[in-house]
Nanobody, 124 residues
């Protein structure tokens, strides 16, 4: 049974930083791709960042390039999202997702398992 547990969300002022973590269990973590998505009220879920199985390939939404960094530690079965220079428009529920294959993907339907989501609120 795959479980994904996000942590690290909260309230931060604009310009601040947060680091999200997602701990995975129930799957051989080093063989899967991982992604971070977010969903703001009234909006569709969108890809924020994705990383392949080995961590040497990443993808970012244009809106977060240069500010967010996705990384993974396969020894700890954990994927991270470092978020810097946060803006009010980054406010959303952030979801961690696991894709059964190791190749990177940015569409929600490509992912097989999802975390419960964690709130990130950026105040102006």
């Amino acid at each position: 049974q795959v479980q994904l547990l996000e942590s690290g969300g909260g309230l931060v002022q604009a310009g601040g930083s947060l680091r999200l973590s997602c701990a995975a269990s129930g799957r051989t973590f080093s063989s899967v791709a991982m992604g971070w998505f977010r969903q703001a009220p009234g909006k569709e879920r969108e890809s924020v960042a994705a990383i392949n199985w080995s961590g040497d390939r990443t993808s970012y939404a244009d809106s977060v390039k240069g500010r967010f960094t996705i990384s993974r530690d396969n020894a700890k079965n954990t994927v991270y999202l470092q978020m810097n220079s946060l803006k009010p428009e980054d406010t959303a529920v952030y979801y961690c997702a696991l894709k059964n294959s190791g190749l990177i993907a940015t569409v929600p339907r490509a992912y097989n398992y999802w975390g419960q989501g964690i709130q990130v609120t950026v105040s102006s």
